[in-house]
C-alpha cells in the first residue's frame, strides 16, 4: 500500500470508528429508553442488563453502519478538500476515483462482512433478547400489568382501564378470567368497579383486593340439552379477594430458551423455506375454503338439466334430490323456475328465508375468513422483506459510501457541523422512504422487493451523479444553468425595445 492510500485508509479508519462508536451508543441509549419498562422494578443485577443490551446491540447495526459510512464518507473527504489536501492530490495526478481505491476495497469487505452479520449475528441475538425478555417480564408480575390488555399472572388473566397510585397498586374496572385446570375453556369470569394489589416484596404471594363487582360462572351439566341453554351462575360481592402464588414465576431461569417462532431469527436459507411454506399453506387454504364455499351454495350443480317428467311432482322430486345431491344430475336455471313456480306463496317466502340467510352465512364466513388470510399474506411479506433486507444492507453500504465521498468533496467542509447535517437530512430520507414502503408491502400494496431496494436504488442515480460531479470539478449545483438563459431571455427583450425607439 503507497503512503497516499495508508493516509487517506487510516484518517477515514480513525474516523469511522470514532462516529461508529458515538451512534452506537446514542442507539443504545433509545433502546434502554425504549424498554425501561419491562427493566425498571425487577431488581436485575448489572450483568443481565449488560446482556440484554449487548443482545440487542446487532439489531441497531442495520441502522448505524450506513449512517456510519455516509458520516465518515462526507467529514473525512470534506476535510481534505477543506485543507486543499484534496487539491494538492489533484495536482500530483491522483483523481478522486485513485483517491477512494483503498476505501472502495475496504467499504466492499465492509459490505460483504455486514450481509454475513444480518445473516447469522442478527437472527441469533433476536432469539436471545426475544427469549430473555420473555423471561425478564416472569419476574415480578405484578408490574407487568398494561393497561387496557389482558396480562396472564399464574392462573388468571386480568385486564384494567387504569392504573394509579405510588407503586400502581389501585386498580380501576378489573375484568379477570380464571383458568380450570379440570376444563379447557373458559367458564369463570370477575368484574368489579375497583381493586388493590397488596403483597410483600419478599412474598410468594400477591394479594388481589376486588370492590364492588360480580362473579360469573358457567355451568357445564352432563346432560348436553340442558348444556344448550348455557345455564350460569351470577353473585354479587362487595368484596373479594384472590391470592396468586408466585412463586413460580420469581423463579426464573433467565438463560431459558423456548421461544424460535420469529422470523426475524431465520436466516435466508430457512427464510426461503418459510416463504415456501407459508406461501403453500395459503394457497392450500384459499383453495379448500374456496371449494367449501362453492360445494355449499351448490353451484356446481347448475348446467344439466335432470331427466324431464310429464309428472310436475315427480319432476319436483328429482330437482329436489338433485338439489340434496342423492343424484348425479344437474338442472338448469329453466327448472330453477319451474320448480320455485310449483310452490305455494308461503314456500316461496321460507325459501327466499332460507336462501338469504345462507348468503348471510357465507358473506360472514368470507368477511372472517378474510382477516385470516391478510394476516397470513403479512406474515409472508414480512418474511419477504427480511429477506430482500439482509442483502439491500450489504448494497446499501457500498451506495451511501459513492454518496457521502463525492459529496464531501464538493462541499469541501469537514468536522461535525455542516457534514453531520447533510448526512443524517440524506440518511432520514433514505431511511423513512425504506420504512413507508416496507409498510406499503406488509399490507400488500406494492411488492416486499420492490419496497426493500427501493431506497437503495433511490440513493444508487444520486451516488453516481455526485461522483460524476466531484470527479469533473463540478459543484453540486450550477446557478448558471438556471440564471444564464433567463439573462439572455430578459437582454433580448432589451434589445428588442432598442430597436423599436
Known sequence: MKIIDRYIFKSYLKTFLAVFTILMF????????????????????????????????????????????????????????????????????????????????????????????????????????????????????????????FNEIGDVNIK??????????????????????????????????????????????????LFDGNYYDEVQPNDYEARRKKPFVKSYFDEYKINIDLSSFNEVDLSEEKYNYSYKMLDSKELR??????????????????????????????????????????????????????????????????????????????????????????????????????????????TEIQLHNKYALALACFILFFVGAPLGAIIRKGGLGLPMVIAILLFLTYHFIGIFAKNSAENGAVSPFFASWLSTFIMLPLGAFLTYRATTDQGFFNPDVIILPIKKFFRKIGLAKKDKE
Open 26 to 149: 446514542i442507539f443504545l441509549l433509545q433502546t434502554i429508553w425504549l424498554y425501561i419498562s419491562e427493566l425498571a422494578g425487577k431488581d436485575l443485577d448489572f450483568l443481565i442488563i449488560a446482556r440484554f443490551l449487548f443482545y440487542f446491540a446487532p439489531n441497531l447495526i442495520p441502522l448505524v453502519l450506513p449512517l456510519t459510512i455516509l458520516v465518515t464518507s462526507i467529514m473525512t473527504f470534506g476535510s481534505f478538500a477543506e485543507n486543499y489536501e484534496f487539491a494538492a492530490m489533484k495536482s500530483s495526478g491522483i483523481s478522486l476515483q485513485r483517491a477512494m481505491r483503498s476505501l472502495i476495497i475496504f467499504i466492499s469487505f465492509l459490505s460483504i462482512t455486514a450481509f454475513f452479520f444480518a445473516n447469522n449475528v442478527i437472527p441469533w441475538a433476536e432469539f436471545k433478547s426475544i427469549n430473555l425478555r420473555k423471561n425478564i417480564s416472569k419476574l415480578k408480575p405484578a408490574m407487568a400489568i398494561v393497561e387496557g390488555a
Open 160 to 209: 384494567v382501564k387504569d392504573k394509579s397510585g405510588d407503586n400502581d397498586e389501585f386498580l380501576k374496572d378489573v375484568i379477570i378470567h380464571k383458568k380450570n385446570p379440570n376444563m379447557r375453556g373458559n367458564f369463570t369470569v370477575i368484574k368489579a368497579e375497583d381493586g388493590e394489589l397488596v403483597g410483600d416484596k419478599d412474598s410468594d404471594i400477591l394479594s388481589l383486593i
Open 273 to 382: 423455506v418459510a416463504i415456501d411454506s407459508l406461501s403453500e399453506d395459503l394457497n392450500q387454504d384459499k383453495k379448500s375454503f374456496s371449494d367449501n364455499i362453492l360445494n355449499r351454495s351448490g353451484v356446481e350443480k347448475i348446467g344439466i338439466a335432470p331427466k324431464k317428467s310429464k309428472d310436475t311432482i315427480t319432476s319436483k322430486k328429482i330437482a329436489i334430490k338433485s338439489i340434496q345431491g342423492d343424484k348425479p344430475e344437474k338442472y338448469d336455471i329453466k327448472t330453477l323456475e319451474e320448480l320455485y313456480d310449483s310452490y305455494t306463496l308461503l314456500d316461496q317466502q321460507q325459501h327466499l328465508n332460507i336462501a338469504i340467510g345462507s348468503v348471510r352465512g357465507t358473506l360472514s364466513n368470507i368477511k372472517g375468513k378474510r382477516s385470516i388470510l391478510r394476516k397470513k399474506a403479512e406474515t409472508i411479506n414480512k
